[in-house]
């Protein structure tokens, strides 16, 4: 069974960034729980530009514990802390591979549903210190996804996640940002 491995939150802050100030939220790190997941975000955490981020089908980003020693050994660091990817779920048993657009999962008293891919933005690039990352992100595969929220609740690290609903028909992640990685 999945499980929640870590709760990532981070409130909107400037950063500068060659020059320029930039408003972002992405510098999530490992909170204590149990917190509320509300329709739009979980407690402590914030969103910096909602023309992009956040939002009913964006409520939660999620990304799997089992890409963190490929990105370790891919970029010579042994310093990435879960959430150093701009995720709010750190999970365990939860990949790209096998989770489908529409899946139903509970965690804690809460209940998600998958709704997309993530797309990775320049913010990202900007957290990992050089841009260019966002285009070995995408070519990875590793996208980790984004959650709606269904039914509000508290979460806590090392809760069980249950896939209550799934379509086989829908397509899994990996195919969905596959499909987009090839149409942009």
């Known amino acids: 069974m999945a499980r929640l491995a870590s709760l990532n939150v981070a409130r909107p802050r400037e950063i500068l960034w060659r020059g320029k100030t930039v408003r972002t939220a992405i510098f999530k790190a490992p909170a204590p729980g149990p917190l ?7 407690d402590g955490d914030g969103v910096a530009d909602p023309r992009y ?8 980003y999620v990304y799997p514990a089992e890409h963190y020693p490929f990105w370790a050994t891919q970029l010579s660091r042994r310093d990435l802390a879960y959430g150093t990817f701009g995720e709010n779920f750190t999970t365990e048993g939860l990949l ?6 529409g899946d139903v999962f ?6 998600v549903q998958v709704t997309m891919p993530r797309t990775p933005c320049a913010k990202l690039g900007m957290r990992m210190g050089f841009l260019a990352f966002v285009r070995d992100f995408r070519a990875s595969g590793r996208s ?12 806590a690290p090392g809760d069980a996640i249950a896939r209550v609903a799934t379509d086989p028909s829908q397509p ?8 987009s990685a090839d149409a942009g």
């Open 36 to 42: 509320f997941l509300s329709r739009l975000h979980l």
């Open 53 to 60: 981020h956040g939002g009913p089908d964006k409520a939660v």
């Open 96 to 101: 790209e591979t096998e989770v489908r657009i």
């Open 106 to 111: 509970e965690v804690g008293s809460a209940r």
């Open 144 to 155: 980790g996804f984004y959650l709606r929220v269904l039914g509000e609740g508290l979460v």
């Open 172 to 179: 899994t992640v990996a195919a969905s940002f596959g499909a």
